[in-house]
């Protein structure tokens, strides 16, 4: 995401969209410059009925895909289509009786207040962007109702997940990594950014290919029908001044530099697997990843796991790689504590002085901060990403969120361990939790929280996560019929997403125009099964 000063491209000037003026205006959302040269569409009444090539279904006929549009979404032919959204949320705010042209995967226009055009594909309901899911670790979702039994800290919680990452293989990381992406597609996720460190077989011995179980997430995110930006983790040390040992061993590298020569053999990976899908190429970021539906970024564990002297190439592998460089940051006081009796430094400001702080740079969970390493991170322009449903889970604290953001910090939200996958839960909790520790209500406008749904440039896709020509054709539709969702007003959409919604209302998903999730299904995995399966395997 961009500064919170930066503006949106302007939707269309017709009076639906004066009305909504105040949530674009409370907004304050991310820009998105890969689409900020194009306007919405304006051309209210000109409905081109001939429309693209291969619109085929009827406007009162199934709510999503039409016939013979249900594609994997990393092969075949681009696809084109019309649809037509009973309500969605366009860079001013909901709009009504939209036309969304799709061609080769992207949006074409916009055109607001037009009868369905015939042929058009139906969405009832609310059509949102694709939510960005910036912070997941897929393994985690075996340990969802199973760690919850007895009392405990993080760091007990963490030995419950130590256990089961000792057990993985790339087959079997494969196979839940499918079915927990499959879960996000349900969830209405159409990017997930999986902060990838169980890089080795058990004792830190490599894999025949050192990338084996990095290509398994790649491959399951191309199976669930979602992006992914693999943001592949340097891992040293157990804590400060501590070697890796026993299931740790499986995530280190040995040093910075050997991390950077293992995840640049990587990226070159994808960018060739990616140059014959007939996607766009991505020119400007050469080594990065490539035009299909991954890329790779950096991460560093945290500065328990990453020594200072270890993080200068870390962060010169990002700089060269124009890729996203993720962290966690001040998730437990032990953290800070461990860090200022060490370094005499606080976690934010030791990365502040290695240079990891930037816009590119995005800090999860951020939750025991001072005043000056708010200030050193909203300086920064770096990215926050709140995992409130993991933080209460692990008992970790309220984040400074909204201190963050109001000092620059641009907000993303993450599901983190997964004890929850819903995006809607993710962004309530960081009003709620607000609320609880304040005592008072309305620290967060519901369209500043729903716009960090939709928060991709995190995770290197700048040209994600809008309603707008240009953009990557994503299209997450809210029943607004279901127990929760009834009532639904368009002067109030965002409120009714945010604060009523959850990922049990997304009724169908389409990822870079392919359709994923078809009345409330994955239209290629049982997920439900798939999971199944896997944690069984899993335990
Ligand atoms: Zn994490």
Redesign the pocket.
């Known amino acids: 995401m961009t500064p919170p000063d930066a503006a949106h491209p302007s939707a269309a000037t017709d009076s639906a969209h004066a009305a909504h003026a105040a949530h674009a205006a409370h907004s304050a959302g991310p820009a998105h410059p890969a689409v900020a040269g194009h306007a919405v569409a304006a051309h209210a009444g000109a409905a081109d009925p001939a429309g693209p090539a291969h619109a085929v279904a009827a406007a009162d006929g199934a709510e999503t895909a039409g016939g013979g549009a249900l594609e994997g979404v990393t092969g075949g032919r681009p696809v084109s289509q019309v649809y037509w959204a009973e309500h969605a949320w366009l860079p001013g705010g909901a709009a009504s009786s939209v036309r969304i042209d799709v061609a080769d995967g992207r949006i074409a226009a916009v055109t607001p207040d037009v009868a369905a055009p015939v042929g058009a594909v139906r969405l009832a309901g609310l059509t949102l962007p694709g939510l960005a899911n910036a ?1 997941s ?1 897929a393994f985690h979702r075996a340990l969802r109702g199973r760690t919850q039994a007895d009392r405990g800290t993080f760091w007990t919680w963490r030995e419950q997940m130590y256990a089961l990452a000792a057990t993985l293989t790339p087959d079997s990381y494969y196979a839940l990594a499918r079915a927990v992406y499959a879960e996000m597609a349900l969830a209405g996720i159409t990017c997930v950014g999986e ?1 990838h460190y169980l890089h080795h077989a058990p004792g830190g011995r490599p894999y025949a290919d050192p990338n084996a179980m990095g290509a398994a997430l790649i491959a399951a995110a191309a199976d669930a029908g979602i992006r992914i930006t693999l943001l592949d983790t340097c891992y040293l040390t157990g804590g400060i001044g501590r070697p890796l040992e026993g299931p740790q061993l499986r995530f280190g590298d040995g040093d910075a530099e050997r991390w950077a020569s293992r995840v640049t053999a990587l990226a070159a990976q994808v960018h060739a697997g990616s140059d014959g899908g007939g996607r766009a190429t991505r020119g400007d970021r050469a080594g990065f990843g490539g035009g299909g539906h991954a890329l790779v970024g950096a991460a560093l564990h945290s500065v328990r796991g990453v020594p200072p002297e270890q993080i200068g190439p870390i962060v010169r592998w990002a700089a060269a790689s124009a890729a996203p460089l993720h962290t ?1 940051l001040s998730e437990q006081p032990a953290e800070n504590e461990a860090c200022l009796a060490a370094y005499g430094v606080t976690p934010t400001r030791l990365l502040a002085d290695a240079g990891a702080l930037g816009p590119r740079t995005t800090v ?1 969970h951020a939750t025991h901060l001072t005043g000056e390493d708010i200030e050193l991170i909203g300086s920064a322009r770096a990215v926050t990403c709140a ?1 409130p449903t ?1 933080e209460r889970d692990l008992a970790d604290g309220i984040g400074p969120i909204r201190t963050l953001f109001d000092a620059g910090s641009p907000l993303s939200l993450g599901s ?2 997964h004890a929850v996958i819903d995006l809607f839960e993710e962004a309530r909790a960081v009003e709620l939790d607000e609320r609880l520790r304040t005592r008072e209500r309305g620290h967060w406008g519901a369209a500043e929280l729903l716009e960090a749904t939709f928060a991709h440039s995190s995770l290197g896709w700048d040209d994600a996560g809008i309603l707008a020509p240009g953009a990557r054709a994503d299209l997450v539709t809210l029943a607004t019929d279901t127990v929760r969702t009834a009532g639904f007003a368009p002067g109030t959409a965002a409120e009714t997403a945010v604060f009523a919604a959850g990922a049990a209302d997304v009724r169908s998903v389409v990822v870079d125009g392919r359709v994923v999730v078809a009345d409330g299904a994955h239209t290629t995995i049982d997920a439900g099964r798939a999971l199944t399966d896997a944690l069984r395997s899993a335990q």
């Open positions: 912070h670790h902060f966690h999860v995992c993991t983190d361990s």
